[in-house]
């Protein structure tokens, strides 16, 4: 019951990342998801920074939470055990956010901004370890899964890096939010697929039957 609650946390932490993008828009007037990074609504003097840092910090908690699940669910499975390990890494990194903002466009860059690019590249970096192990460890149709997320999460990612030097120095940047999101959402999606895939029967029994493969990955694992 205890793993069950942990790796809810982890589709809990994905809504609520959600709801943190909706909330955090609507306390910045005239802000743009379209030209505008998820990172500016936390960025130094952003309007919506008060909101956005407690529930960023919940975030991270939740997904530390579902991180340590996962660790519960691998058993002898070394590839999901490495998973959980790189999701542990991962969310005790992003408490490391509030104190590694970047500023507002047309502000001077200071360390902060540095620290900022370097945050986000570390945090990926353990994701995307994550995503990879977690591919090895399960079935095929979450290795496939897996696969197309990682392709969404390096191509996209890399799109919106593209536009970080204009961001640096106040330039337009007509798509970034949409890239980004687009980045984001797939490892939103795949942390809520490993933690449904993980539940134990008894949690999904009301979902399509069809699904519940992951004993059989497991297993072959």
Not at 51 to 63: T, W
Not at 76 to 88: C, E, F, H, Q, T
Not at 185 to 203: C, D, E, Y
Request: proline content about 6%; charged content about 10%.
């Amino acid at each position: 019951m205890k793993t069950k609650a942990l790796l809810v946390c982890g589709i809990v932490a994905s809504l609520l990342y959600v709801a943190m993008n909706v909330v955090g828009s609507m306390m910045w007037e005239g802000y743009s998801s379209v030209s505008q990074t998820i990172s500016e609504l936390g960025a130094i003097d952003a309007p919506s920074r008060g909101v956005l840092l407690p529930m960023g910090i919940v975030y991270q908690a939740l997904m530390t939470a579902f991180a340590v699940g996962v660790l519960a669910s691998a058993g002898r499975n070394r590839p999901l055990r490495i998973a959980g390990m790189m999701l542990v890494a991962y969310g005790l990194i992003g408490f490391a956010a509030p104190f590694t903002s970047m500023h507002l466009r047309g502000e001077p860059p200071s360390l902060s901004d540095t620290l900022h690019v370097i945050h986000t590249a570390v945090a990926v970096l353990f994701m995307l370890l994550a995503v990879g192990f977690a591919a090895a460890a399960l079935g095929k149709r979450f290795r496939l899964f897996s696969i197309v997320t990682m392709i969404v999460v390096l191509g996209f990612g890399a799109w919106a890096g593209m536009d970080g030097p204009s961001i640096a120095a106040n330039l337009p940047t007509p798509w970034v939010g949409v890239t980004e999101r687009i980045c984001v959402s797939g490892i939103l999606l795949w942390v809520a697929g490993l933690a449904f895939v993980l539940l134990p029967p008894r949690a999904t029994s009301s979902l399509p039957q069809k699904m519940p493969v992951r004993r059989r990955g497991l297993a072959a694992a």
